[in-house]
């Protein structure tokens, strides 16, 4: 049982590039969401999912696109880099019922956009 | 005003030390509470939810105000192990979906010395 893993850990790019970040869990969770973290900032959240091909924006969804194909897979993509997108990524899956709502994140993504 | 306010720290305090933080939320609808621990440049980890009643855990007891709309987190008999920022995460109206929005503070550093 791996939880929730992220690709890659860590990522440069270039103005105006396109890229990928991935995010797995084998939890079996409905719930996922993709967050980002800066420097004094709590996480904010960018993209969520409640389902396999449900998904809907969060808080500070512009420059980003995500896609639900599966309930294990829900990669996060920036269609054109910006330097103000770089953060540090985590992708969350959500364990929820009667009286509780547990997160679990992965590792995270660091990404540097010059 | 963002909407969940934490003392950034750091608090220094020495192994055995009690320590305490707190955090205000601004949204009286919110409906759960939490505390995370987050290592320096890991991810966010549960590390106890907020009860109205209050909640201990070991060295660790949560209490919730919510007629004052704070949440504290207390530490007793610190460990070296304890030094990590500690982030206020309130749960409060959901998104589409029934996905409830988890607010993050941005946390409070803990530091603990020998």
């Known amino acids: 049982n791996a939880g929730v893993t992220q690709t890659p850990k860590f990522q440069v790019l270039k103005t105006g590039q396109s890229m990928t970040l991935q995010c797995a869990q084998d939890?079996?969770?409905?719930?996922m969401s993709w967050y980002r973290q800066d420097p004094g900032m709590g996480l904010r959240l960018i993209h969520y999912?409640?389902?396999?091909?449900?998904?809907d924006q969060g808080e500070v969804p512009n420059g980003y696109n995500v896609s639900r194909s599966t309930t294990e897979d829900f990669p996060l993509r920036l269609l054109s880099a910006a330097p103000s997108q770089t953060s540090v990524y985590f992708c969350?899956?959500?364990?929820?019922?009667?009286?509780?709502?547990?997160?679990?994140f992965g590792p995270g993504t660091r990404l540097t956009v010059t | 005003r963002k909407e969940v306010e934490q003392d950034p720290g750091p608090f220094n305090v020495p192994e055995g030390a009690t320590v305490a933080f707190n955090c205000t939320y601004s949204?009286?609808?919110?409906?759960?509470f939490f505390w995370y621990r987050q290592d320096c440049r890991k991810e966010p980890k549960l590390l106890m939810s907020v009860y109205s009643s209050g909640n201990e855990d070991g060295r660790f007891t949560a209490q919730l105000n919510r007629a004052s709309q704070y949440i504290s987190l207390l530490i007793r008999d610190s460990k070296l192990s304890d030094s990590a920022t500690y982030l206020c995460?309130?749960?409060?109206?959901?998104?589409?979906?029934?996905?409830?929005?988890?607010?993050f503070g941005a946390g409070t550093r803990l530091a603990v010395h020998p």
């Open positions: 939890m079996n969770h409905e719930y």
């Open positions: 949204n009286s609808a919110s409906q759960s």
């Open positions: 995460v309130v749960n409060s109206k959901g998104f589409s979906g029934g996905y409830n929005k988890l607010i």
């Open positions: 969350a899956s959500t364990n929820r019922g009667p009286g509780f709502y547990e997160q679990y």
């Open positions: 999912s409640v389902g396999a091909g449900i998904t």
